[in-house]
T-cell receptor
Framework: GQQLNQSPQSMFIQEGEDVSMNCTSSSIFNTWLWYKQDPGEGPVLLIALYKAGELTSNGRLTAQFGITRKDSFLNISASIPSDVGIYFCAGQQGNTPLVFGKGTRLSVIA | NAGVTQTPKFQVLKTGQSMTLQCAQDMNHEYMSWYRQDPGMGLRLIHYSVGAGITDQGEVPNGYNVSRSTTEDFPLRLLSAAPSQTSVYFC???????????FGPGTRLLVL
């Protein structure tokens, strides 16, 4: 089946630093999504991308849909302690179910 | 709206026991799905449904059954639990397969 390679697997950063993570795929996707999972809870959608080259922001978060449609990245600027959690990318092609990456675990040191 | 609700929150089973994980949504969503989350493995799709009466297998369906008799409910059944099914299970729903999926809070299952 389709697979997404998400990196890095984990990150430890100082509060105030910027963060960057990405996902790549061998398949083309029509939609890229970024979710965040807080400890003990279900994932929550952060940003949805629907067009190749699209750059979308949500507060301190910015995500881009790669031109090749095989990758996407998420940036978090000026990290704060509540950014801690697991970030998942997900791709979708047409009506097929979402395919999730394995997640990036973010730890923020105050 | 309560959104997506899952019960129970925690469950311990012995190998061979059966149980049903409940999932309900009050958003009139047609699309519902079940995922399992294991350390380092991300979210893997077990089964999904595009509407009442219709279900399909995902990436890891073995050992699990589902049914969709109503729009609101999408229970996941383990007929004979195995230790390999120890995991956190998430249910999700969306209006259609292409719309934003809303996740429930999860059920943590331990099979001894």
């Amino acid at each position: 089946g389709q697979q997404l390679n998400q990196s890095p697997q984990s990150m430890f950063i100082q509060e105030g630093e910027d963060v960057s993570m990405n996902c790549t795929s061998s398949s083309i996707f029509n939609t890229w999504l970024w979710y965040k999972q807080d400890p003990g809870e279900g994932p929550v959608l952060l940003i949805a991308l629907y067009k190749a080259g699209e750059l979308t922001s949500n507060g301190r978060l910015t995500a881009q849909f790669g031109i090749t449609r095989k990758d996407s990245f998420l940036n978090i600027s000026a990290s704060i302690p509540s950014d801690v959690g697991i970030y998942f990318c997900a791709g979708q092609q047409g009506n097929t179910p979402l395919v999730f990456g394995k997640g990036t675990r973010l730890s923020v040191i105050a | 709206n309560a959104g997506v609700t899952q019960t129970p929150k925690f469950q311990v089973l012995k190998t061979g026991q059966s149980m049903t994980l409940q999932c309900a949504q009050d958003m009139n969503h047609e699309y519902m799905s079940w995922y399992r989350q294991d350390p380092g493995m991300g979210l893997r799709l077990i089964h999904y449904s595009v509407g009442a009466g219709i279900t399909d297998q995902g990436e890891v369906p073995n050992g699990y059954n589902v049914s969709r008799s109503t729009t609101e409910d999408f229970p996941l059944r383990l007929l004979s639990a195995a230790p390999s099914q120890t995991s956190v299970y998430f249910c999700a729903s969306s209006g259609t397969a292409q719309e934003t999926q809303y996740f429930g809070p999860g059920t943590r299952l331990l099979v001894l």
